[in-house]
């Protein structure tokens, strides 16, 4: 429900409506076994508010692959507490940076992001969501790591 809440007015409402409760789950049962996933509900107490999966996609980055809070639940930290667990579990994995993609059209995202310590790479990707959607990357060095070569 997060998720659809976050590109309702953006995607498609067919598509939207195609990722129903049931097809999100089998997404997540399929990654389950997967080393590199790390799926997590984000709660308030102890209501589900939101998502976060993570993955481990190379021995130096922990790529943040969903972040979706509910819209009741936004602006009151939840977003930023996500975060402060993505830095402390990218750190207990030795990670040097955490990255992630994000619409360029989604402004609340990417300011959300910048406000974080992310910053835009340069890199750009198109994506197909009922319709073409350009995504940029956020890298976010974590403090006290030097940026390979």
């Keep these: 429900m997060a998720w659809q809440q976050s590109y309702r007015g953006t995607f498609d409402e067919a598509y939207l409506l195609s990722k129903s409760v049931e097809v999100r789950k089998q997404e997540f049962i399929s990654r389950i076994s997967a080393d590199s ?42 977003g930023s507490a996500a975060l402060a667990f993505v830095v402390k579990t990218a750190e207990a994995l030795g990670k040097r940076k955490i990255s992630l993609w994000t619409l360029e059209c989604n402004k609340r995202a990417r300011r959300f992001y ?13 994506i197909y969501r009922g319709d073409s959607f350009t995504q940029i990357k956020y890298s976010r060095l974590l403090s006290g790591r030097v940026e390979e070569k």
């Design 37 to 78: 996933y790390f799926d997590y509900l984000i709660y308030k107490k102890q209501i589900p508010i939101g998502i976060l999966i993570l993955e481990a996609d190379s021995k130096n980055v922990l790529e943040i692959e969903s972040l979706y809070i509910l819209e009741a639940f936004r602006n009151v930290g939840a």
């Design 114 to 126: 910048e406000q974080n310590n992310f910053v835009v790479t340069g890199e750009k990707r198109t």
